[in-house]
C-alpha cells in the first residue's frame, strides 16, 4: 500500500523534476529554482533555494556521492552546486546556447551529461568541469537521458522518437526509433537481468513518450556483440501522454506519471499494476524512487511534490508471517553494504565504500586499521561509529547462527532484544520497536490487537540481564 505522508508545496510554478540523494530529495520549477529537503523530516535546507538560473529549471540530478547537485536551465547553461553549502561551482555553457533539458551523473561521477533543445548533447569532465565531448542526436531536442549502472554507455531520448545509445567516448553506437511521436523519459535499471537462455546480463530500460504508452527494452552490450537493443514489452494504463518514468532501487518497480493526472507503479516482472496514485490536480511530470528506502516522489504542473511511503503488510505481531529468508551478510553486494550504510545513518561513506569494492565479506574483516589506512577514514569519531555499527552487526550474525530463546525474540522485529521494555499489555518489546509502532498512530497491542490502556513503558531490567548473559556464553 502507497500512503502519502507529505506534500511540499513551496515552489510557485509548475515542478519539472525531482531527484534523489542518499539523504537528500532535490526539486526544480519553472520558477527558476531548485529546493532541497532533508530526507529525515523533508524540512527545507537552510541554503534552499537556489537561486542562480535566469529562466525555468527542466532537470536536476545528484552526483552518485550526493556531494554534488546539477541543474539545467532554458537559459542554456547547467550548473554545478555544492549541497554540503549550497555554494555554486560552475557554470556549464551548452556550446550552442540552446535551452538545455537534461542532465545525468555518471555512476563514477566522472562525466556530466547535458541535453539541449536543439539536439546537442555534451559530456562533461566533472573533476575539471571542462566539456569532454559533444555530438548531436539526428532529430529533435534532446529530452532525456540515462547510464548503465557501469558507465560504459548511456542512453538519449528525443522528441523526434528516437533512443540512442553512446559509449564514454561520446561515438554513437546504436539508435532505435522507439515512441511515434516522441521520448519524453527513459531510465536504466541498476540491478542487471539474465535473458535465461544465453547466460547474457542485460540492462533492463524503460522509455515513455507521448503516444501513451511506456516501454521496456533489454540492453546488450558486450565486446563480442558490441550493443545490442531488445524491446521486451509496452505497459499500457494511462490514457495520455508518459511524462515520466523510473525505476525502483531494486529493478523491481517502475513508477510512471502521465497527463492523464495519474502515477501507476508496476511491477516490473510482471508488467502488472501496483498501486495507482490519483492525488495531483494537473499533469504529473516527475517521479522518482529514493534509492534506499521504500519513498517515491511525485510531482506536477500543480507547483507541489508528493512524498509516498510503501507500507509493508502490518500484521498483529503474534501472527506468522512467511517472508523469503534473509541473505547473511558475508554474501552481501556492494549495493547491500551501500543499502545497510544508509540505513546506519553512514550514507556519506558509500561512495567510498564502493570505490573500495567493500562487500559483505569485506565489510566484516574491517578493522581498526584498515578504516584508516585504506580507507582513509581520518576522523576518530567517525572511525568508531563504523566500527560499532560492524560490531552490532557480528553480534547480530551471532544471533542467527543459533537457536534464540523464543522469550528473547521482540514480538515485532522477531529480532534479539538489545533494550527491552514492558507494555501495558504485559508483554516485552524491543524498546525502539515498541515505539515506533505506537508513534505510527497505533494504539493497540501488537500481540492481541486489543486497545492499549496506556502507552507507559516500563524497562525489563530482568529481561536485559538474562539476554546479556545468554550472549556471554554464546560468545565463548
Known sequence: MATLIHTLADHNDDVNYCAFSSSCLATCSLDKTIRVYSLKNFTELPYSPLKGHTYAVHCCCFSPSGHILASCSTDGTTMVWNTGDGRMLAVLEQPSGSPVRVCRFSPESTYLVSGAADGSVVLWNVQSLKLYRSGNVKDGSLVACAFSPNGNFFVTGSSGGDLTIWDDKMRCLYNEKAHDLGVTCCDISSQPISDGEHGFRYFQMASCGQDNQIKLWLILFADFVG???????????????????????????????????????????????????????RYVTTCAFAPYSPILATGSMDKTVNIWQFDLKEPCAGDTVENEPKLAVEDWSEDDVSAWLCAQDLADFVCLFKMNNIDGKELLNLTKESLTNELKIESLGLRSKVLQKIEELRTKMISVSVTIPDEFLCPITRELMKDPVIAADGYSYEKEAIENWLSSKRRSSPMTNLPLPSPILTPNRTLKMAISRWLETQQK
Do not use: R, W
Open 227 to 281: 550493443v545490442e537493443l531488445k524491446y521486451k514489452c509496452t505497459l499500457n494504463g494511462h490514457s495520455a501522454p508518459v511524462l515520466a518514468c523510473a525505476f525502483s532501487y531494486d529493478g523491481q518497480m517502475l513508477v510512471s506519471g502521465s497527463v492523464d493526472k495519474c502515477v501507476i507503479i508496476y511491477e516490473t516482472s510482471t508488467g502488472n499494476t501496483l498501486h495507482t496514485l490519483s492525488q495531483h490536480t
